[in-house]
């Protein structure tokens, strides 16, 4: 595995793997523009590195993110926020075609718990808990929180937790939809990239598109959703990965997919 260090996230790569670890670890990884910025870069890098096929987002055994930086956002107005365009960077993480895994720990909460719901699929350790607690400072989430948190666990489960500012632990959080796995909390990055290297050896063109279908889900009609997801069956047919995997399952010998 080669690493590189940046100044707030880690980089380096298990085979097919792209592995980002947030390190900010004096403030339990806080999100500061800093870090969103290097991380967006460093996936939209991984996203066009074809030797990668999946993305693993990880933090620490204690945090995987504890929240925003409020140190940086105090003295912030309206305003300036709006000038900054605070919230553009988040935006570019939903134009990654490759899937992204996070694999967290800990305190997942504000800006950390939003980061982890804009990836596709969530390991975690059963020291996690999870929550929008901005309401305690007085403000809401601004990155998906009232949104995608909604979407996941429900109208009432999320009205609760964004109007309380509770945390929720990982087990609950896996009854109701939020995470797809818990593991240990020396084995839950472990179990991350077992997935994701699982889900690497797959057709990359079959992957992208599947994860483009299902993001449509949450936005479109259902009639609508279901001639998306016929158009992408139907273009699938003109590549090389569907003979080679039919051709395969027929000659009963693993299929050899090269993203064509």
């Known amino acids: 595995m080669t690493?590189?260090?940046?100044?707030?996230?880690?980089?380096?790569?298990?085979?097919?793997?792209?592995?980002?670890?947030?390190?900010?670890?004096?403030?339990?990884?806080?999100?500061?523009r800093e870090l969103m910025q290097e991380l967006v870069a460093e996936l939209e890098r991984m996203d066009r590195d074809?030797?990668?096929?999946?993305?693993?987002?990880?933090?620490?055994?204690?945090?995987?993110?504890?929240?925003?930086?409020?140190?940086?956002?105090?003295?912030?107005?309206?305003?300036s926020l709006l000038l900054k365009r605070q919230f553009d960077v988040w935006d570019r993480i939903g134009g990654i075609e490759k899937?992204?895994?996070?694999?967290?720990?800990?305190?997942?909460?504000?800006?950390?718990?939003e980061l982890m719901m804009n990836c596709d699929l969530v390991v975690a350790s059963d020291t996690a808990r999870f929550g929008q607690p901005e309401i305690r400072l007085g403000v809401m989430p601004g990155a998906g929180g009232t949104q995608r948190l909604t979407r996941a666990v429900g109208l009432r489960k999320a009205m609760e937790?964004?109007?309380?500012?509770?945390?929720?632990?990982?087990?609950?959080a896996l009854r109701c939809g939020l995470i797809n796995k818990v593991a240990p909390v020396e084995?839950?990055?472990?179990?991350?990239?077992?997935?994701?290297?699982r889900i690497a050896a797959q057709p990359p063109l079959a992957v992208r598109l599947i994860k483009q279908a299902v993001r449509k889900a949450e936005d479109l009609p259902l009639a609508e959703g279901l001639d998306y997801e016929r158009q992408c069956f139907y273009l699938l047919f003109a590549s090389e990965d569907q003979k080679e995997g039919m051709g395969a399952f027929q000659e009963k010998r693993n299929p050899q997919f090269k993203g064509r």
Do not use: W
């Open 161 to 172: 937790l964004l109007l309380t500012g509770d945390t929720m632990p990982a087990e609950e």
């Open 50 to 79: 074809d030797a990668v096929k999946a993305i693993v987002i990880t933090g620490n055994d204690q945090a995987f993110a504890a929240g925003a930086d409020i140190k940086e956002m105090a003295d912030e107005s309206a305003v």
């Open 99 to 113: 899937p992204i895994i996070a694999a967290v720990s800990g305190h997942v909460l504000g800006g950390g718990c």
């Open 3 to 32: 690493t590189k260090l940046g100044n707030v996230v880690t980089v380096s790569s298990a085979g097919a793997v792209g592995v980002l670890a947030l390190n900010r670890p004096d403030v339990l990884n806080a999100l500061n």
């Open 187 to 197: 084995l839950y990055l472990q179990e991350a990239l077992k997935l994701a290297h």
